[in-house]
């Protein structure tokens, strides 16, 4: 059905991929293939100017061995980790690596969510391709 599915992976919600990784399973064409994905959001232009000029590259690493870790190091996912606002940064990703379905676990919505949007609700509305969500 899916050629290349898309896993947002939160690695700071409570939240784990196996559910997202099991349907992908289930809809994934033969041959196909699954990315995860870790967006980090910015750290604020003040902050960051205190930081070591290495911080972001250690950053990353850091999030690729938790995502790893998270993900039992599975050779059969690639493992991709950016930085940016989360729901434009998955939207982003998708449409400019040809993925055709992106699996997304979505918390139950709050008050909060009305009036500030959750990542979920921000894919679900202005991803080009099919978004299966998760609760």
Do not use: W
């Amino acid at each position: 059905m899916y050629k290349h599915i898309l896993i947002p992976v939160a690695l700071d919600h409570e939240h784990t991929p196996e559910e997202a990784l099991a349907v992908a399973a289930k809809v994934m064409d033969e041959g196909g293939r699954i990315t995860a994905l870790h967006v980090s959001e910015p750290l604020p232009g003040l902050a960051a100017q205190y930081l070591p000029d290495d911080h972001i590259k250690t950053r990353t690493e850091n999030l690729m061995n938790r995502m790893k870790a998270e993900l039992h190091d599975d050779a059969h996912i690639a493992m991709k980790v950016v930085e940016g606002h989360a729901g434009r940064s998955i939207v982003d990703y998708a449409e400019k690596n040809g993925v055709d379905l992106i699996v997304i676990a979505s918390h139950r919505p709050g008050l909060q969510d009305f009036f500030l949007g959750s990542t979920a609700a921000r894919v679900v509305r202005h991803a080009q391709c099919c978004v299966h969500v998760l609760r």
